[in-house]
């Protein structure tokens, strides 16, 4: 970061405002009632009227507080990294896991992330219906509840319990599906919550042991992941890219080989 950069403790405090906020506005419209207000990629992939409106007042308090900086959102889109004059870039997903949201399951999320010159330095995720919160600095920890976290310890991927997702896409789940059926024998067991900001965060603090998935958007992983790697957790792609939408890591060093190995194995970043 440049010396005239916001300090990440700076821009985490505005992100906790922020999406805390969101957060509250997401859980009333839950308590009066939701209904798709659209569709993306497929007919399964929905967006609520709550994405819309939580997206919006995120973006609006963001251009009082910091005018200067730019946003993407899930929603919305925006600008891409460093194109704000000020160097900051949040990214905000107003809802992940939103077919969970739609079916009052609580594993649902405010995901709001702060990037100074492409580096994501600051994020927080909140859970709409729980009020747990997760959040990082770059270098300062992962925290949750007053908390400092860190990663689970197994150092024996057959024992580990390892969470995924699936895209909406129904040939990608088919090949998604079949990376599972082969892998699930060799771990102690897989889960699949539907939202990935949330499942970096259970891997963050050992509520599981690790966690991969294709298909992730920045808004999906840029606080999760933050959170993640400053638990202990590798966050990386397969073959030594980064994490990205090819294939997202998340696994204490200990796993991470063993876990990319068989991956690679079943081409989990191929198929469409």
């Known amino acids: 970061m440049t010396s005239s950069a916001p300090m990440p403790q ?13 957060a509250d506005t997401a859980y009333r419209m839950r308590a009066e009632g939701v209904s798709v207000a659209a569709t993306k990629s497929t007919v399964t992939d929905v967006v609520t009227a709550a994405d819309r409106a939580v997206e919006r007042q995120v973006l609006d308090a963001l251009a009082t507080l910091r005018p200067d900086d730019s946003v993407l959102g899930e929603e919305y889109g925006g600008s891409a990294a460093g194109a704000s004059g000020s160097g900051v870039r ?32 600051a994020g927080v995720v909140r859970n709409l219906f729980t009020g747990e919160e997760w959040t990082a600095t770059v270098d300062g920890g992962a925290w949750r509840a007053g908390k400092r976290l860190r990663c689970s310890t197994e150092t024996d991927l057959g024992q580990a319990l390892i969470a995924t997702g699936f895209g909406y896409d129904p040939a990608r789940r088919s090949h998604q599906a079949r990376v599972v059926a082969e892998l699930i024998p060799q771990v102690r067991d897989i889960r699949r919550l539907g939202a990935a900001a949330l499942d970096l965060c259970l891997a963050a603090e050992g509520r599981v042991d690790a966690y991969f998935e294709k298909g992730l958007a920045a808004w999906d992983q840029a606080a999760g992941g933050l959170i993640a790697s400053e638990a202990g ?19 204490p060093e200990a796993l991470f080989a063993p876990l990319h190995d068989r991956l690679a194995d079943l081409d989990a970043a191929g198929g469409p």
């Open 10 to 22: 700076e821009l985490l405090k505005i992100a906790i405002e922020v999406a805390r906020d969101a």
């Open 233 to 251: 957790l590798r966050v990386a792609g397969l073959g030594g890219l980064p994490a990205g939408p090819d294939l997202v890591i998340a696994a």
């Open 90 to 121: 949040w990214i905000v997903d107003p809802i992940d896991g939103t077919v969970n949201y739609l079916y009052g399951l609580p594993h649902c999320a405010v995901s709001l992330a702060a990037e100074v010159d492409g580096e994501v330095v």
